[in-house]
């Protein structure tokens, strides 16, 4: 029953921006540490950005000063701003839900990020 839904991928030029958004069943959202990971073929899923439920945010070094996370409270959903992209970011990104009181995390279907000229 429990959804995590993203949306916002896309192809995008070098230097280009996109904004990820990811919509999670509001009977677990408060409950839920969030983050956004990424992964290519042959590599490990990687944690991006987190923010807790109390708003405070964690970067991966590659991105920092580039990607911003986010989360609406009241729509139940987490965004990430990327900005100037590069080539090395493209992969499948992922919206993650860690539910603090049940100890389990939900993933998303995951959305396609391509950065090529």
């Known amino acids: 029953q429990v959804q995590l839904v993203e949306s916002g991928g896309g192809l995008v030029q070098p230097g280009g921006s996109l904004r990820l958004s990811c919509a999670v069943s509001?009977?677990?959202?408060?409950?839920?540490?969030m983050g956004w990971y990424r992964q290519t073929p042959g590599k490990q899923r990687e944690l991006v950005a987190g923010?807790?439920?109390?708003?405070?945010?964690n970067y991966a070094d590659s991105v920092k000063g580039r990607f911003t996370i986010s989360r609406d409270n009241a729509k139940n959903a987490v965004y990430l701003q990327m900005n100037d992209l590069k080539p090395e970011d493209t992969a499948v990104y992922y919206c993650?839900?860690?539910?603090?009181?049940?100890?389990?995390?939900?993933w998303g279907q995951g959305t396609q990020v391509t950065v090529s000229s």
């Open positions: 993650n839900a860690d539910h603090r009181v049940l100890r389990l995390k939900y």
């Open positions: 509001a009977s677990i959202f408060s409950f839920t540490d």
């Open positions: 923010i807790t439920s109390g708003g405070s945010t």
